[in-house]
């Protein structure tokens, strides 16, 4: 199951263009959140984000221990912005040494981060919408739900 985007609202270009994201996922088997507002790439078909961080991180903590988390995204967060994307889902740390090819990806929207990949503490953390709704501020607030395929 993914997520597929109406490509008729603009939210492709809106995606291709904003560069950062905020991210909640637990740290702890009690639900304790940790929200970040992150530089992230995307893969659109399924919907997929990817975000840089540190295997010591907070956000990485319940990660590094378990196959995935629950997790909830917002994308455009600031006033003026067409729209905003919000998205709940799954998290999971993937092993980057076996994903060159979504490193490349996260290369392209973010330019020369070889200081974010490189260092033996980074991962690659892939966020997998199951739910997800954008508002159009354009259009009144007008909400979209995104469909599932």
């Not at 997998?128 to 979209?144: K, L, V, Y």
Request: some cysteine.
């Amino acid at each position: 199951m993914g997520i597929k985007l109406n490509e008729s609202a603009g939210l492709p270009e809106f995606l291709a263009k904003e560069e950062v994201a905020t991210l909640a996922v637990p740290i702890d088997d009690s639900g304790t959140l940790h929200i970040a507002t992150m530089n992230y790439a995307h893969m659109t078909d399924p919907l997929r984000f990817y975000f840089m961080t540190s295997d010591q991180s907070e956000k990485a903590r319940l990660m590094v221990v378990r196959p995935e988390v629950v997790a909830a995204c917002n994308v455009g967060t600031y006033t003026g912005t067409p729209f905003t994307l919000q998205i709940r889902g799954r998290a999971r740390i993937l092993d980057k040494t076996e994903h060159p090819e979504l490193l490349d990806v996260y290369f392209e929207k973010r330019g020369d981060t070889s200081r974010n990949i490189e260092g033996p503490h980074s991962v690659l953390v892939e966020f997998e919408p199951e739910w997800a709704r954008f508002i159009d501020f354009s259009r009144g607030w007008d909400q979209t739900m995104l469909d599932l395929v």
